[in-house]
């Protein structure tokens, strides 16, 4: 009997554990310390993107100093991005983006010729055949630091407490 109840108990436990991965959201700053700018070379932010693993959830933080030395636009298309196409909206230091879907986002600085300078950047979750709209990047900002992931850890162990208790209450 005892040995069914610490079975049932590591067999929780593994399953929180896996929710809990899961469950969680990771924040990036584009450029991390480079942040925003006019890169060294035109690669510099697609290489960049290239290493991380965009999920949806993620929030991505565009940060430079200075006030509108640089700014930063979403295109709607490959083409745009392509083009440095400048559109008529755009957002000063400290915007966050949203990864609210699957597919490819295209972003870039429309002062001056940054853009052709390699001030741009293609963010993908999942594959990149779908476009999300401009308007999933205009939700509330980022979290405080883990409070996401607190409330997520709360809920599970409140999940796991009671798997426990049934378990108490059988044996």
Known sequence: MASNYNMGLIGCLVVVLALV????????VVGDNLGWTIPPNTSFY??????????I???????????????????????????????????????????????????ISSVDNNCERGQKVIIT???????SSIFDILAPGPQPSGASSVTTIGVLLAT????????????
């Open 125 to 131: 979750v999942g594959s990149p055949t779908n476009t």
């Open 57 to 107: 959830g993620d929030q991505v933080l565009f940060n430079w100093t200075g006030t509108w030395t640089h700014n930063v636009a979403e295109v709607s298309s490959l083409a745009e991005y392509e083009n440095c196409t400048k559109p008529g909206i755009v957002f000063g230091s400290g915007f966050t983006a949203n990864l609210v879907t699957s597919g490819s986002r295209f972003f």
């Open 21 to 28: 991965k899961g469950a969680t959201a990771d924040f990036y």
């Open 160 to 171: 796991f407490s009671a798997i426990v208790g049934s378990v108490l209450s059988y044996a």
């Open 46 to 55: 697609s290489e960049w993107a290239s290493s991380k693993d965009f999920e």
